[in-house]
C-alpha cells in the first residue's frame, strides 16, 4: 500500500509541475517572483490540464501513461522558463500580514492539514462503496487502461447506467492512477479524489491571498475543507466534488478579474471553467450560469464583454473533443433531454416538479450537516458588501445562483425520472458547486465591505 | 467612517464568526465520519475491496472470477439472470458484470453476443443454438454458455 501511494503522490508530482510551468505559459506568471507568489495554483491547474490532457488523449484512442504525462510535465516546465527567461523581479511583493493575520492563518492551515490526515487514513482504504464511483467513474477509469482509450466499441454502446455520455477528465485520472500503481487498485485511487482538497486550499489563497486580509480568508477556507459534504463527498469517488473545484477556484479568479481586471485572472477562469466542463456534464450548466453572470456586470463595457467572449471560447475549446466524439457516437444524456423543454405539453404536465426540486435545492445548500454555514457566510458577506455599496461581486453572486438554481430545477422538470428518487439521490451533492462557489466569493466580498469609502 | 461602512464591517465580522463556527461544527461532525469508515474498511483486503459493491449488491463474487476467467478479451457476452422483483437480479448482475468482466465487453443485443453470462437462471431458455457450456462448480445455473454461429 505504502509503495502505492508513494507512486500516486509521484503521478501527482508531475502535474503539480506541468501546473508550475503552466502559469507562466497562460501568463498567471510573468516573473519568478509572481510565480513564487502565484505557485499554488499550480496543482489545481495541474489537474486541470493533466486532466483535460488526459481526456482528450482518451478520445483519440491514445493512453495516457507515465511517459505522456511526463512529457507533459517536462514540456511545460521547459516552456515556462522559457517564458521567464529568468526574470525574478516584476510585480509587487505581495503581502504583507499583521501578526494576528499568520496566527490566524498557521492555525487554520494546522488544523486543514489534520482533517486531510485524517481523511487520507480513511480514504487509501475505502472502496468504491456507492454505486456512480464504480458502475460510472471506476468503470470508465478501468476501461480507459484496459482498452487504451475510450474505444468506439466500448463507448458507443449505451445502455442506462454507466454514464458514457459523461466527459472523461475524472476517469482520465483515475486511469493515471491504476497505470502508475500498475492495478486496479479501488482503494489507493481515493486519494486522487483527496488530493482536490489541498489544490482548492491552495490555489483560493494564490488567488486571494494578496488582496484579501489572511483573518478572512482562512477562516472560510477552513469552513470550506470543514464542511461534511466537501471531504465526505470526495471519498464516494463521485465526480461533483472535483467539478465544484475547479468551478470554485475559476469563480473566484473571475470575482477577482470582475474587480481589479487583471487578465491572469480570466486567463485562469477560462482554463478552470474548461476544466470543469470536461469533468460533468453539470458543469456546462454552472459555466454558463457564470458566465452570463459575469456579463451581466460587466454591463455595457465592449472591452471587457470582448474579453469575456475570449474566455468563454476558450473554455468551450476544452470541450470540444469530447464533444465531437460524443455526437459521432449518438452519446445521449440518460437522465434527461434538453430537446424535452420544447414539448409543451411535456413540460406542461411536469412544471409541478420544479418546485419541489427548488425546495430540496435550498434546503441542502443550508443543511448544516450538508454544507456547513458556507451558504450563510456567503450571504452574510454580500450583505455586508451591498452594506458598503460594493455592488459588483453580490451581483455576480446572485445571478450565479439564480441561474444555476433556475437551470437545474429545469432539468428536474424535464428528466424523465421519479422525482422523489432523482431529488434524493442528488441534490446534496449537485449544490456543491453553488455552495463552494459562493463560498470561495464570500472572501471577496467581506474584504470589499471593509474596503475605506471612496470619496 | 459613517454608520453605514460601520454597519457593512460588522456584517462581514458576523461572516467570520459564522465561518469559524461552521469550521468547529464542521470538524467535529466528519471527524468521527473519517475515523469510522477508516475502522470499516482498514480491514478489507485488496480482493475484498474490488469486489466490495457485488457482496453489497447481494451478488456471489465468486461468480463473476468464474465468469472473468472464462471470457476472452474483447467477448461480447448476454446477462441472463431473473428479471422478477422491484430490483432484479438482472438489474444488478447486469451492470457488475459490465464492470468486473471488462475488457469482455458486455452486449445487450444477444444477436450481437458471443456468449451468455447466465446468474442463477439457465441459457438454454433464450432460444438460440448454444455450444460449450462451462457451469460454476456446485451451482449448474450460473454458468457462460458460448453461442454457435
Known amino acids: 500500500m505504502t509503495q502505492s ?12 509541475a506541468t501546473g508550475l510551468g503552466a502559469l507562466p505559459l497562460i501568463g498567471v506568471a ?13 496543482y489545481l491547474v495541474g489537474l486541470a490540464v493533466g486532466g483535460i490532457v488526459a481526456a482528450t488523449l482518451a478520445v483519440l484512442q491514445l493512453s495516457a501513461s507515465w511517459l505522456a504525462f511526463s512529457l507533459l510535465a517536462g514540456a511545460s516546465v521547459v516552456g515556462g522558463a522559457y517564458r521567464l527567461r529568468g526574470r525574478w523581479s516584476g510585480g509587487d511583493r505581495g503581502p504583507r500580514c499583521a501578526r494576528i493575520d499568520l ?15 485524517q481523511a487520507g487514513r480513511a480514504f487509501v482504504v475505502a472502496p468504491f462503496y456507492d454505486w456512480d464511483a464504480w458502475a460510472v467513474w471506476g468503470a470508465k477509469g478501468r476501461d480507459l487502461v484496459l482498452f487504451g482509450g475510450a474505444d468506439p ?31 486496479f487498485d479501488v482503494q489507493v485511487v481515493h486519494l486522487q479524489f483527496l488530493l482536490f482538497a489541498p489544490a482548492l486550499v491552495a490555489a483560493l489563497v494564490a488567488l486571494l491571498g494578496d488582496i484579501v486580509p489572511w483573518r478572512i480568508l482562512f477562516p472560510i477556507l477552513l469552513a470550506l475543507v470543514a464542511a461534511p459534504g466537501f ?71 465592449r472591452k471587457r464583454l470582448g474579453q469575456v467572449g475570449v474566455a468563454i471560447l476558450g473554455s468551450v475549446a476544452i470541450l470540444l473533443p469530447w464533444r465531437i466524439y460524443a455526437s459521432i457516437l449518438h452519446l445521449q444524456n440518460e437522465d434527461y433531454k434538453l430537446g424535452d423543454s420544447f414539448r409543451l405539453g411535456y413540460v406542461a404536465s411536469r412544471v409541478g416538479r420544479g418546485p ?7 434546503d441542502k445548500v443550508v443543511l448544516p450537516s450538508q454544507w456547513g454555514l458556507l451558504a450563510t457566510v456567503a450571504l452574510l458577506a454580500a450583505g455586508a458588501a451591498l452594506l458598503a455599496r460594493r455592488r459588483m461581486l453580490p451581483a455576480f453572486a446572485a445571478a450565479f445562483a439564480l441561474l444555476s438554481l433556475a437551470g437545474l430545477s429545469w432539468i428536474y422538470v424535464i428528466s424523465p425520472l421519479g422525482i422523489g428518487d432523482y431529488v434524493n439521490s442528488t441534490t446534496a451533492r449537485v449544490t456543491g458547486s453553488l455552495v463552494l462557489s459562493l463560498a470561495a466569493l464570500a472572501p471577496l466580498m467581506a474584504t470589499e465591505a471593509r474596503r475605506p469609502e471612496e470619496s | 467612517m459613517t454608520t453605514r461602512s460601520r454597519g457593512a464591517r460588522a456584517v462581514a465580522a458576523a461572516a467570520i464568526l459564522v465561518a469559524a463556527v461552521s469550521a468547529v461544527l464542521g470538524v467535529s ?57 422491484v430490483v432484479s437480479l438482472w438489474r444488478k448482475a447486469r451492470p457488475w458484470a459490465w464492470y468486473w468482466l471488462a475488457p469482455a465487453i458486455e452486449e ?17 431458455r433464450l432460444g438460440v443454438p448454444l455450444g460449450r457450456i462451462v457451469r460454476f462448480p456446485g451451482k449448474p445455473r450460473y454458468s457462460v454458455a458460448w453461442i454457435r454461429r
Open chain 2, 108 to 124: 445487450g443485443d444477444l444477436a450481437k453476443a458471443d456468449a451468455i453470462v447466465s446468474y442463477d437462471d439457465d441459457p438454454s
Open chain 1, 103 to 117: 496566527g490566524i492563518a498557521a492555525a487554520a492551515s494546522v488544523a486543514m492539514l489534520a482533517l486531510v490526515v
Open chain 2, 29 to 85: 461532525r466528519v471527524w468521527p465520519r473519517l475515523d469510522t469508515a477508516h475502522r470499516a474498511y482498514a480491514v478489507l483486503s485488496s480482493g475484498s475491496a474490488e469486489r466490495f459493491p457485488a457482496r453489497d449488491l447481494g451478488l456471489d463474487p465468486a461468480v463473476f472470477d468464474f465468469y472473468r476467467r472464462n471470457l476472452k478479451p474483447g467477448e461480447r457476452f448476454f446477462v441472463r439472470a431473473p428479471q422478477s422483483g
Open chain 1, 5 to 16: 501511494i508513494l507512486l500516486v503522490l509521484l503521478a501527482n508530482v508531475l502535474l503539480l
Open chain 1, 153 to 183: 466499441a466500448v463507448w458507443g454502446h449505451q445502455w442506462g447506467v454507466g454514464h458514457r455520455e459523461y466527459p472523461l477528465l475524472v476517469p482520465g485520472l483515475e486511469a493515471m492512477v491504476f497505470r502508475a500503481v500498475g492495478s
Open chain 1, 231 to 301: 471531504l465526505l463527498e470526495l471519498m464516494r469517488a463521485y465526480a461533483d466534488v472535483p467539478l465544484a473545484c475547479f468551478l470554485a477556484a475559476g469563480t473566484a479568479a473571475a470575482g477577482r478579474w470582475l474587480l481589479r481586471g487583471e487578465r491572469w485572472c480570466l486567463v485562469t477562469t477560462a482554463l478552470l471553467y474548461g476544466a470543469a466542463l470536461v469533468t460533468k456534464n453539470e458543469g456546462t450548466l454552472f459555466v454558463a450560469a457564470a458566465y452570463i453572470a459575469v456579463a451581466f456586470c460587466v454591463g455595457r463595457d
Open chain 1, 356 to 362: 419541489i426540486a427548488l425546495h430540496d435545492m435550498v
Open chain 1, 30 to 42: 510573468r516573473s519568478g517572483r509572481e510565480l513564487l507568489r502565484r505557485s499554488g495554483l499550480a
